[in-house]
C-alpha cells in the first residue's frame, strides 16, 4: 500500500499537547488493523535532545538503538506499543549536518548553490520518507514540534507544504492542534488566536484537513461555527480536545469525537472499529483503584516533573497493574541532606531513586537508600540509583568509607563506581555514554529473574560509569548480589540485597519500556512490595 502521511502542526501556544494528540491518533489507527510510524520534528538547531539541560527541555527519552530524543517519543512508544528508531526524531542540526556533509562530500550537489528550497526541503521529506520506511509504514504521522510562525519551522511548514504535491493530496492529511482559551474576566472560550494561527498556516500554503481544539471547557455550537467559517474547514472536521484527568483517556475521548475515521476518510482508507477493549479496561483501573499507596521519588530536578516523564508514567502503569492509585512525593534529595531522610521517608511504603547527573544532592539519595536499606522499606534504584546504592552500600555495611563514584569524587580512597576506560562508547556525535539497548543475563533464582521471569533481557542505558569490578568481591561478601550482568559477566547491569523485603536496583533505564497495559517488571514488583509493606505497617499499629 502507498505509504499516507498525517502531519500534524500546532498553533498558539506549544506544550499544548501535540505528542498526545500524535501518539492517540497512532494508537487508534493501529488499532484499525493500520502499520504505523510516528515521528517528531524537533525545530532546534540542536541535533538531539542529549546535551539540552532537563529544566529545558524535560526527560532525554532514549530509543533501543541509542537516539537521545524528545519525551514525545515516549509518549508515542507507550501508545503505540513498538519500539522506535533514531529515524523517528529529526531535528533542524541533524537535517543541516546532513546537507553539509553532502555539500562538503562535493560529488552530491554537482556543484549547484545549496538552498533551503530544494535542498533543506528535500533533505527533510527524505528523513520522514526513511521513518515510514523503516517501519513499512501505511500511515507515517509526523508531528512539527513548536507552533505555527517560529522562524526555526519554516523549512518544515515548507516541506510538508510540498509533500502533498508530491504524494497526492490524496495521501496527505493536515491535523491543526490548536488552543481555544478560556478568558475568565468575560467567562468565554476565545477563538481568535486559533484564526490567527490558521491563517499562518494558509500563508505557509497549508490548509488544515481537520482542527484539534484544545480547551478545558467543552467547545459550544459558536465555537464550533466560528473555527469553521474563519478557517475554512466543515464543522464536522473541528474536533474538541477537551483536558482530560488522565492522559490515558484522550485517545478514548478522541475515539469518541471520530478523529480517525475523519482522518481515514481524507486519506481514502477503509475506516474499521478498532479494539480499544484493554485501554478502556486500562483507564478504569487508573481511574478507580482500591488501594492507593505513597511512593517517594527521590532526585534534583523534583519540581520539573516532566524530568522524569518515564518514571512516573512506569509508576502510573505499576499502579494499574497492582490495582493501586500510586500517589509520588517529589523529595528533594538536597532537602534530606538538610533535615535527614525520617522527616521525608516515615510516612511513604517505597522509595525510587531515579537517574542524574552532576554531584548536587548525591549525598542526600546515599541517605534515603541507607534509610530504605535500615527500615526494610522496599526500594528501586534507577541508573545513578543503583551507583548511589553501591555508594551506600560500600560506607555503610563494608565500612569503606569515603566510597564514592568517580564522577563524585575523583580522588575517593575506594572508587565503587568509575568510568571504564576500556569501555569507551565514542560516536559520531562525541558522545561518551553506554547509550541504547544492552543485553543483561540474570541471575538465576534472584529477585531480578522472578520478576522478570526471564533468564535474559535487554533494557536502555545512558550514563557513563559503572561499577567498579575491582570492588565486587567484598561487596558481595558483605551479601550485595549482583543478580544481572552482561552476557560476558563484565558490567554490572542489577544489584539487589536478599534479607531485604524489596532492594533492588538497575544500571539501565527501564522506565522507557515500561508500557499502560505491561507494567514493566521492576516497577510492578515495586508497587506489589510497597502495598505489602503498607498492610504489615497498618496491621503492626
Ligand atoms: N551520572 C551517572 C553516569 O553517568 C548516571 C547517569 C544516569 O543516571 N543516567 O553514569
Known amino acids: 500500500m502507498t505509504t499516507k502521511y498525517v502531519l500534524v502542526t500546532g498553533g498558539v501556544v506549544s506544550g499544548i499537547g501535540k505528542g498526545i494528540t500524535t501518539a492517540s491518533l497512532g494508537l487508534l489507527l493501529k488499532r484499525r488493523g493500520y502499520r504505523v510510524a510516528l515521528v517528531k520534528i524537533d525545530p532546534y538547531i540542536n541535533v538531539d535532545a542529549g546535551l539540552i539541560a532537563p529544566f529545558q527541555h524535560g526527560e532525554v527519552y532514549v530509543t533501543d538503538d541509542g537516539a537521545e530524543t524528545d519525551l514525545d517519543l515516549g509518549h508515542y512508544e507507550r501508545f503505540i506499543d513498538e519500539p522506535l528508531s533514531k529515524l523517528a526524531n529529526i531535528t533542524t542540526g541533524q537535517v543541516y549536518g546532513d546537507v553539509i556533509a553532502k555539500e562538503r562530500d562535493g560529488d552530491y550537489y554537482l556543484g549547484q548553490t545549496v538552498q533551503v528550497i530544494p535542498h533543506i526541503t528535500d533533505e527533510i521529506k527524505e528523513c520522514i520518507r526513511a521513518a515510514a520506511r523503516h517501519n513499512d509504514a501505511d500511515i507515517c504521522i509526523v508531528e512539527i514540534g513548536g507552533t505555527v510562525g517560529d522562524i526555526e519551522g519554516e523549512p518544515f511548514l515548507e516541506a510538508i507544504r510540498q509533500m502533498r504535491i508530491d504524494e497526492g493530496p490524496e495521501h496527505v492529511c493536515y491535523v491543526h492542534v490548536t488552543l481555544i482559551p478560556y478568558l475568565e474576566t468575560v467567562e468565554e472560550l476565545k477563538t481568535k488566536p486559533s484564526q490567527h494561527s490558521v491563517q499562518a498556516l494558509r500563508r505557509a500554503g497549508i490548509q488544515p484537513t481537520l482542527i484539534v481544539c484544545r480547551s478545558k471547557l467543552p467547545l459550544t455550537e459558536d465555537i464550533y461555527n466560528k473555527i469553521s467559517l474563519f478557517c475554512d474547514v466543515p464543522v464536522a472536521n473541528v474536533i474538541e480536545g477537551r483536558d482530560a484527568d488522565n492522559l490515558y483517556e484522550i485517545p478514548l475521548a478522541m475515539e469518541h469525537q471520530g478523529i480517525a475515521e475523519l482522518v481515514t476518510e481524507q486519506l481514502g482508507l477503509p475506516s474499521g472499529e478498532p479494539d480499544l477493549d484493554d485501554w478502556r479496561d486500562l483507564v478504569k483501573r487508573i481511574k478507580s483503584p482500591t488501594h492507593q499507596v505513597k511512593i517517594a521519588m527521590v532526585g534534583k530536578y523534583m519540581n520539573l516533573h516532566d524530568s522524569y516523564l518515564s518514571v512516573t508514567e512506569a509508576l502510573t502503569h505499576a499502579g494499574a497493574a497492582n490495582d493501586a492509585r500510586v500517589c509520588i512525593e517529589y523529595v528533594d534529595s538536597e532537602e534530606i541532606e538538610e533535615e535527614g531522610p525520617e522527616e521525608f521517608l516515615s510516612e511513604v511504603a517505597g522509595i525510587l531513586v531515579p537517574?542524574?547527573?552532576?554531584?548536587?544532592?548525591?549525598?542526600?539519595?546515599?541517605?534515603?537508600?541507607?534509610?530504605?536499606?535500615?527500615?526494610?522499606?522496599?526500594?528501586?534504584?534507577?541508573?545513578?540509583?543503583?551507583?548511589?546504592?553501591?555508594?551506600?552500600?560500600?560506607?555503610?555495611?563494608?565500612?569503606?568509607?569515603?566510597?564514592?563514584?568517580?564522577?563524585?569524587?575523583?580522588?575517593?580512597?575506594?572508587?565503587?563506581?568509575?568510568?571504564?576506560?576500556?569501555?569507551?562508547?565514542?560516536?559520531?556525535?562525541?558522545?561518551?555514554?553506554?547509550?541504547?539497548?544492552?543485553?543483561?543475563?540474570?541471575?538465576?533464582?534472584?529477585?531480578?529473574?522472578?520478576?522478570?521471569?526471564?533468564?535474559?533481557?535487554?533494557?536502555?542505558?545512558?550514563?557513563?560509569?559503572?561499577?567498579?569490578?575491582?570492588?565486587?568481591?567484598?561487596?558481595?561478601?558483605?551479601?550485595?548480589?549482583?543478580?544481572?550482568?552482561?552476557?560476558?559477566?563484565?558490567?554490572?547491569?542489577?544489584?539487589?540485597?536478599?534479607?531485604?523485603?524489596?532492594?533492588?536496583?538497575?544500571?539501565?533505564?527501564?522506565?522507557?519500556?515500561?508500557?499502560?497495559?505491561?507494567?514493566?517488571?521492576?516497577?510492578?514488583?515495586?508497587?506489589?512490595?510497597?502495598?505489602?509493606?503498607?498492610?504489615?505497617?497498618?496491621?503492626?499499629?
Open 355 to 541: 537517574g542524574g547527573f552532576g554531584d548536587r544532592g548525591i549525598e542526600g539519595k546515599v541517605a534515603a537508600i541507607q534509610y530504605a536499606r535500615e527500615n526494610n522499606l522496599p526500594f528501586l534504584g534507577l541508573c545513578l540509583g543503583l551507583q548511589c546504592a553501591v555508594m551506600e552500600f560500600a560506607r555503610n555495611v563494608c565500612g569503606l568509607a569515603g566510597a564514592n563514584s568517580r564522577e563524585f569524587d575523583p580522588e575517593t580512597p575506594h572508587p565503587v563506581v568509575i568510568y571504564l576506560k576500556e569501555q569507551e562508547y565514542v560516536t559520531e556525535m562525541g558522545g561518551t555514554m553506554r547509550l541504547g539497548a544492552y543485553p543483561c543475563v540474570l541471575t538465576a533464582g534472584s529477585l531480578a529473574a522472578r520478576l522478570y521471569e526471564s533468564g535474559e533481557i535487554s533494557e536502555r542505558h545512558r550514563h557513563r560509569y559503572e561499577v567498579n569490578n575491582a570492588c565486587r568481591d567484598e561487596l558481595e561478601a558483605a551479601g550485595m548480589v549482583f543478580s544481572g550482568t552482561s552476557p560476558e559477566g563484565d558490567l554490572v547491569e542489577l544489584i539487589e540485597l536478599p534479607d531485604h523485603p524489596f532492594f533492588i536496583a538497575t544500571q539501565a533505564h527501564p522506565e522507557f519500556k515500561s508500557r499502560p497495559n505491561r507494567a514493566h517488571p521492576l516497577f510492578r514488583g515495586l508497587i506489589a512490595a510497597a502495598l505489602d509493606y503498607q498492610a504489615d505497617d497498618k496491621s503492626g499499629q
